[in-house]
């Protein structure tokens, strides 16, 4: 059985930073794409970032660029996102998802989700 626990998430001030990681189970995460995403109340989940099983980074959030990074640990089977230069509006539940081999930005193309683990972006 396929399964993500993401973990990392909390409060931090703006200009700081967070490691997310996404911890997979059952399968592994490098012959598969792990994308992030993110949510906020009243939003469609917005694409962030995606890891292919080939190590190939897309990237679908302009405001991102250059903050955030993602990279895959095998060993341990786990994809970390890490968000530095942090501002309020990165504030949302994030989630990692597995799908195919190649990435997407559409979520309703992902078939395993993590739970989500809520990042604040606060003063």
């Known amino acids: 059985q396929w399964q993500l626990v993401e973990s990392g998430g909390g409060s931090v001030q703006p200009g700081g930073s967070l490691r997310l990681s996404c911890a997979a189970s059952g399968f592994r995460s490098d012959e598969n794409a792990i994308g992030w995403f993110r949510q906020v109340p009243g939003k469609e989940r917005e694409g962030v970032l995606c890891i292919s099983s080939s190590g190939r980074t897309s990237t679908y959030a302009d405001s991102v660029k250059g903050r955030f990074t993602i990279s895959r640990d095998n060993a341990v089977n786990t994809v970390y996102l890490q968000m530095d230069s942090l501002r309020p509006e990165d504030t949302a539940v994030y989630y990692c998802?597995?799908?195919?081999?190649?990435?997407?930005?559409?979520?309703?193309?992902?078939?395993?989700w993590g739970q989500g683990t809520h990042v604040t972006v606060s003063s």
């Open positions: 998802a597995a799908r195919g081999q190649r990435c997407t930005m559409y979520y309703d193309e992902y078939i395993t």
